[in-house]
């Protein structure tokens, strides 16, 4: 859901706590930097808010789940990759331009 820009989807994926949003692949990547490679930032938002929300359930105070939601945004792959990494690649460069062409 998080590669397509599928946020309705990712959104009841969310809600119904089938996935983590802090899950990772085997290359340590998350589907926020999937969906900032392919230029979804609305699905990047969503998922960056469950992050936050995630950690509110936990009962993390305000300052906690503000550094839980800066660690959201500053994740990095095993190859040290971030979220801007992953929305600066060509990909999410083609794929941004083709969402706001259309």
């Known amino acids: 859901a998080a590669t397509h820009g599928q946020v309705r989807c990712l959104q009841w994926l969310l809600?119904?706590?089938?996935?983590d949003p802090e899950s990772t692949d085997s290359f340590g990547r998350t589907a926020a930097h999937m969906a900032a490679a392919g230029g979804h930032l609305?699905?990047?938002a969503?998922?960056?808010?469950?992050?936050?929300k995630k950690g509110r359930e936990?009962?993390?105070s305000y300052r906690s789940t503000l550094r839980a939601l800066g660690d959201a945004v500053n994740a990095v792959?095993?190859?040290?990759?971030?979220?801007l990494h992953y929305a600066c690649?060509?990909?999410?460069?083609?794929?941004?331009?083709?969402?706001?062409?259309?």
């Open 15 to 19: 809600a119904t706590c089938l996935i």
């Open 77 to 83: 792959d095993l190859q040290g990759r971030s979220l």
């Open 42 to 44: 609305e699905v990047v």
């Open 58 to 60: 936990r009962g993390q």
């Open 89 to 102: 690649s060509d990909v999410g460069r083609y794929r941004a331009a083709a969402t706001t062409a259309a």
């Open 46 to 52: 969503t998922l960056v808010r469950a992050s936050a």
